[in-house]
């Protein structure tokens, strides 16, 4: 897929599929070119034995950055209910490295851990006890009185829902996409 | 100062004041006899005095507002002062005859101006300030350039239209002039900081006359705007260094770290102002700047210090200078009117206002991701409202150089009240209206600081990809560059070492529940109490607390092992880390704990349990003899945890009732489901008889007592009172078993002996041993900790800090390696054997090991693995 064969119909589903400007996915492509070294995919380079998929191509390159879109301003209600549910079920998906639909304590408590990873002054088994401590109150807050015979088996995306009921998302997730003017300012 | 502004105050207030002031004069009664009894000294206590009573008017009369929640709610306070000022004023005014009143300026700028500055500065959200910073300054800046001007001009076009009585004598400078001071909006808003510049400019103007202005000047008076406003901002900043500074270094004298704090604004203030730079900015400045840095260094009582004083300063200079202006409007020599200038005004800048906003919203959202929309900007037009600021200033100015200063100050009387009383009586029912989103304030949630702090993750990431260098990558480069140098630098080291904002989310929570369960008082149990350390407690305040549930969560209809495992093993080490932490303020609440723990520990819920008992009475042999299961003991505390959960529901708080017993046996069989589905599974492989001294034997002991007191319960319900011999364990006592390190504790001794543990019913044992081990992680060294991070090899594993960030592979597939723990756990658990063997008395080792079991257990993945790892685990017990 490289710039010379995009031809216009090619951008033009893109732009139909992602919401993306033609401009932008210009730019975006030549971003791609640059970070894959001008194949045509993206290779994983961390050395992650499984969960990673191997390569991305411009589509999916495209597809993820288009969680990241800001929300039009035209939109009315549900579209924007429905743009959140799209950004959040990202975010969720990032949470749920084993994508089967529930974040686990486990997979909580990498992601905590690695966010805490940063501050050396911080013990894993503290990461690990608010991960915990996360978790419990995911539960509280989703299920609330739970039956003795219940067990909090990890948050749903129907829970992940409602722990970010509090945050706006979707006039958070956003990254600003440049123009074609702006591309010879980065890189 | 004020006192000696407001000789006329005196007067009014010099008969409350007598009444004070004998009680006062007391000691003037000492003298001997022959001498005057009492001598009136009013003259030198006067001005001190007066402020007092000022200061005291204004906050009773602060009481009074907030006695009626009703009027309140839809009158601002603001609005309630300037009445009382009015009221006050016409009292004054009736006494003396004379209204000779003037707010100095001197006074205001001075004393009342910087604590409502550096409280607004203070506590500002810095999160939503930086994150909207762009659009603030845009308000500020041009906003208030734009308002000035506009207004400014406009009223010298209706001057030049003949609307105004000639008696105004104005220049266009003039009047921008006063376009600038009353552009500046309510002075607890941050935004309010340009107008001071603006303003310092163009006095700087009129006192040169306009005549004398040359073009250079208007340069240079451009380049002063940036000099005065940068100026006052980075005074403000250093001043912010030097504090956060100087606060690392008072930990042995904690009781000045309050003074410090305003002692370094005020100064930071007071530098500003002289340099005439812009003192607000500074002094705001310097509070969002120091804010991080002070409140990790100082102590909790500081902080709290800080947060009042701050809090009462700006609330008093508040109220006084409301009340000022109240007085100042009943005083009509100090005004003159112009109906043209005074309608003029109100008209434009509410206009204007509106106008400037709409323009640079509009502005504005060509660059917003997220524009403001329509009701945004109603309300920000609407919002302008004029306070104490527009009226200092104007009081400011020089009545030589302006000579039209009594119409402007006429006028800056009629807006303030204007704006404070109809606007603010009206923005309420506004905003309602419009259903503006109010920003609400509900409680910081962990998860909620957690997910966002992974999304500033992932949006620096996503810029990192896109190659676009934006705002988030700006700010994760800031704070990069924060916690490698700054915090470093301006922290002290224990504070930067659990200064994270997550951390401090989670200590916070940790500190709320603790103070929630204290406040209810020692004689009510409730379940938060047991669960004090741990965060979901907070949760807890409802007796079926998902944590409870979620601990006990073994369960016969849903048998999840992991589930069981991990819960288990993060609330042991959460105990372990929480209670070191908050050892000092928690330790009264859990003695008390501990004390009714052991008292009501039956009442359960009425369940059907029968037909699981009488299969336990089978397997009971085979539990006696199988002593070492991880498991159990997650039972053991499941169930504890269960049981409190019952007798929480209960009601009473007594355990001895009647109906205690058959609740608390209607709740076991869940747990006792579980313990046999453990225990079939690895019977095969857990060799009967190990070494008492295994590690997991620590556990078993406690896990045994659990199982034998299952038994128990089918039998007789009497257990409570006699417990059977068989409840005490082997060796030593379970307790002591399981808490080796904790027979050199003197203190805790009493309530673990093995007299205690024998007499007392086996189920409380429990409870013992669960009360101790939280005492004991309060008194035990805090090396422990040390010493487990340094055996645990998990600890020391490199961190992976910017895992998030990687770019691709983070946004593709973000999966941290589940089976990371597994890898490693039964090497570990070799080296914990194998020092146990060779150093088994040794209390440090001995310590890690419970620390220990649980961390292990926590790294195991989901599956199988945890059984796996039990079975190499005995192995290697048994070499």
């Known amino acids: 897929m490289g710039s010379s064969q995009s031809t216009s119909e090619e951008v033009r589903e893109l732009v139909g599929k992602t919401g993306f400007s033609s401009d932008q996915i210009e730019q975006l492509h030549r971003r791609f070119k640059q970070l894959s070294g001008n194949q045509l995919t993206i290779r994983n380079l961390r050395k992650a034995p499984t969960g990673l998929a191997d390569e991305i191509n411009f589509e999916d390159f495209l597809t993820i950055m288009s969680y990241f879109r800001p929300i039009e301003t035209n939109m009315d209600e549900e579209q924007l209910e429905h743009c959140r549910k799209e950004k959040l079920r990202f975010l969720f998906h990032m949470y749920d490295s084993d994508s089967d639909g529930r974040i686990t304590l486990e997979e909580y408590r990498n992601v905590v851990e690695e966010l805490l990873s940063g501050n050396p002054h911080i013990e894993k088994e503290s990461a690990r006890s608010i991960a915990d401590g996360a978790m419990m109150e995911a539960a509280s807050v989703c299920v609330g009185q739970m039956q003795p015979d219940q067990v909090y088996e990890g948050i749903t995306f129907d829970d992940f829902l409602k722990i970010w009921q509090g945050i706006d998302i979707e006039t958070k997730m956003h990254v600003r996409f440049l123009n074609m003017e702006t591309i010879a300012l980065c890189h | ?879």
């Open chain 2, 1 to 879: 100062m004020l006192p000696a502004t407001l000789p006329l105050l005196g007067m009014p207030l010099s008969g409350a004041g007598a009444g004070v002031a004998d009680g006062a004069a007391g000691e003037s009664v000492l003298p001997p006899a022959g001498l005057a009894l009492l001598r009136w000294q009013w003259h030198e206590v006067e001005a001190p005095y007066l402020v007092a009573v000022w200061i005291l008017v204004a906050s009773l009369a602060k009481i009074v507002f907030h006695l009626s929640r009703k009027v309140t709610s839809v009158v601002p306070e603001s609005c309630l002062l300037i009445l009382l000022g009015l009221v006050l004023g016409g009292i004054v005014l009736a006494v003396a005859k004379k209204a000779e009143y003037q707010l100095e300026p001197g006074t205001f700028f001075l004393f009342l101006l910087p604590p409502i500055v550096l409280d607004s500065g203070y506590f500002m959200p810095s999160r939503l300030f930086f994150d909207n910073l762009g659009a603030i300054l845009t308000y500020a800046v041009v906003g208030t350039l734009w308002n000035s001007f506009t207004t400014g001009a406009a009223l010298w076009g209706i001057q030049q239209a003949g609307l105004m009585a000639p008696t105004v004598r104005a220049g266009l400078l003039d009047f921008l002039l006063f376009g600038s001071l009353i552009s500046a909006v309510d002075p607890v808003a941050v935004l309010a900081v340009f107008e001071e510049v603006l303003y310092k400019v163009y006095n700087s103007f009129v006192e040169m006359g306009s005549v004398n202005v040359q073009a250079i000047d208007y340069v240079k008076g451009v380049a002063s705007l940036f000099v005065v406003s940068l100026g006052g901002a980075a005074v403000g900043l250093v001043f912010a260094f030097l504090l956060a500074l100087t606060t690392r270094f008072t930990k042995r004298v904690r009781i000045i770290e309050p003074l410090l704090v305003f002692l370094l604004a005020y100064a930071a203030y007071l530098t500003a102002e002289m340099a005439s730079l812009s003192a607000i900015l500074a002094v705001t400045m310097c509070g969002v700047g120091c804010k991080k840095y002070v409140e990790a260094n100082i102590s909790h009582k500081s902080r709290t210090a800080v947060k009042y004083t701050m809090k009462t300063l700006a609330s008093c200079a508040e109220t006084v200078i409301f009340m000022l202006l109240g007085i100042s409007a009943v005083d009509s020599s100090k005004w003159a009117w112009d109906t043209g200038l005074v309608l003029g005004t109100l008209f434009f800048i509410l206009l204007f206002r509106a106008l400037g906003v709409v323009l640079q919203t509009w502005v504005l959202n060509q660059f917003r991701l997220v524009p403001l929309d329509k009701i945004d900007q109603v309300v920000m037009s609407y919002g302008g409202l004029r306070g104490a600021v527009a009226f200092a200033l104007v009081i400011l100015l020089d009545k030589t150089k302006v000579p039209a200063k009594d119409y402007f100050v006429a006028t800056t009387i009629v807006v303030v009240f204007f704006t404070v009383i109809v606007q603010g009586l009206t923005i309420k029912p506004l905003v309602k209206w419009l259903k503006v989103k109010r920003s609400d304030h509900h409680k910081p949630t962990l998860n909620q600081e957690l997910h966002e702090h992974t999304f500033d993750h992932i949006l620096a990431a996503v810029e990192d990809v896109v190659g676009h260098h934006g705002y988030h990558y700006w700010r994760d480069r800031w704070e990069q560059f924060d916690k490698k140098y700054l915090s470093q630098l301006l922290m002290r080291r224990s504070a930067y070492r659990i200064r994270d904002q997550i951390w401090d989310v989670y200590y916070k929570l940790n500190i709320r529940d603790a103070i929630s369960f204290v406040d209810q008082g020692g004689h009510v149990l409730s379940s938060s109490g047991l669960t004090l350390p741990s965060m979901p407690s907070r949760n807890s305040a409802a007796e079926t607390s998902v944590t409870n549930l979620l601990r006990e969560s073994g369960s016969g209809a849903c048998l999840d092992l992991q589930v069981i495992d991990t819960v288990r093993s993060g609330k042991d080490r959460e105990d372990a880390i929480m209670h070191h932490l908050l050892s000092g303020g928690l330790y009264k609440p859990r003695r008390r704990y501990k004390a009714s723990c052991s008292r009501h520990f039956i009442s359960e819920d009425a369940q059907a349990r029968q037909d699981k008992e009488v299969f336990q009475q089978n397997m009971k042999r085979r539990l006696e003899s199988f002593k070492s299961t991880k498991h159990n003991v997650c039972l053991s505390k499941s169930k504890l945890r269960l049981r409190k959960a019952g007798r929480k529901k209960d009601g009473s708080a007594d355990k001895d009732t009647p109906n205690g017993k058959p609740h608390r046996a209607s709740n076991l069989p869940d747990t006792a489901a579980v313990i046999l589905a453990v225990e079939s599974e690895e019977e095969s492989d857990s060799s009967e008889t190990e070494k008492e001294d295994d590690e997991g034997i620590v556990f078993v002991a406690r896990a045994t007592n659990e199982v034998f007191r299952e038994h128990k319960v089918p039998g007789n319900g009497s257990m409570e009172v006699c417990p059977s011999p068989r409840i005490i364990p082997p060796s030593p006592t379970c307790a002591e078993k399981e808490l080796p390190w904790k027979s050199g504790q003197g203190d805790l001794a009493v309530y673990v002996s093995s007299e205690t543990t024998k007499i007392v019913p086996v189920d409380m044992q429990t409870g013992w041993n669960q009360s101790i081990s939280s005492l004991e992680s309060l008194a035990s060294p805090p090396c422990a900790q040390a010493a487990l991070r340094a055996a645990h090899p998990l600890a020391c594993a490199p961190p992976r800090g910017d895992e998030l960030r990687d770019p691709l592979a983070a946004l593709v597939t973000p999966s941290p390696e589940p089976h990371a723990g597994f890898t490693f756990a039964p090497s570990l658990a070799k080296a914990g054997r194998s020092r146990s063997e060779s150093s088994a008395d040794a209390p440090e080792q001995q310590e890690l090991q419970p620390l220990m079991a649980p961390e292990d257990r926590g790294c195991l993945s989901p599956g199988t693995a945890n059984a796996r790892w039990l079975i190499q685990f005995n192995r290697a017990g048994r070499l």
